[in-house]
Nanobody
Framework: VQLQASGGGLVQAGDSLRLSCAASGRSFSTYGMGWFRQAPGKEREFVAAIRGSGGTTYYADSVKGRFSISRDGAKNTVYLQMNSLKPEDTAVYYC??????????????????WGQGTLVTVSS
């Protein structure tokens, strides 16, 4: 089982990026998925999550209104659309999956599969 995150890059403040997290090896279409990020010298923090059933979403206050998480079950892929990016959004972004649960959580230990991370750098 693998989660492959992609879409990161160097952008300017105010720009947009869309991150993708493609799952292979098994279907995650009915399970909770999340995005976390880790900035240099800081701990990993929750960004966004989506339920496996119904598609309810949840966001950290710092990204609410700017980021949007979605999923394509047919492609076994979760997306993170990031708009109005700020320098403080600079971090390595990780996708995570909660195999066996359709729920979501802001806690990283809730998730049992992780992608390798994709770097997002926002210049001012």
């Amino acid at each position: 089982v693998q989660l492959q995150a992609s879409g990161g890059g160097l952008v300017q403040a105010g720009d947009s990026l869309r991150l993708s997290c493609a799952a292979s090896g098994r279907s995650f279409s009915t399970y909770g998925m999340g995005w976390f990020r880790q900035a240099p010298g800081k701990e990993r923090e929750f960004v966004a999550a989506i339920r496996g059933s119904g598609g309810t979403t949840y966001y950290a206050d710092s990204v609410k209104g700017r980021f949007s998480i979605s999923r394509d079950g047919a492609k076994n892929t979760v997306y993170l659309q990031m708009n109005s990016l700020k320098p403080e959004d600079t971090a390595v972004y990780y996708c995570a999956a909660a195999w066996g649960s359709s729920d979501y959580s802001t806690r990283s230990d809730f998730y049992n599969y992780w992608g390798q991370g994709t770097l997002v750098t926002v210049s001012s």
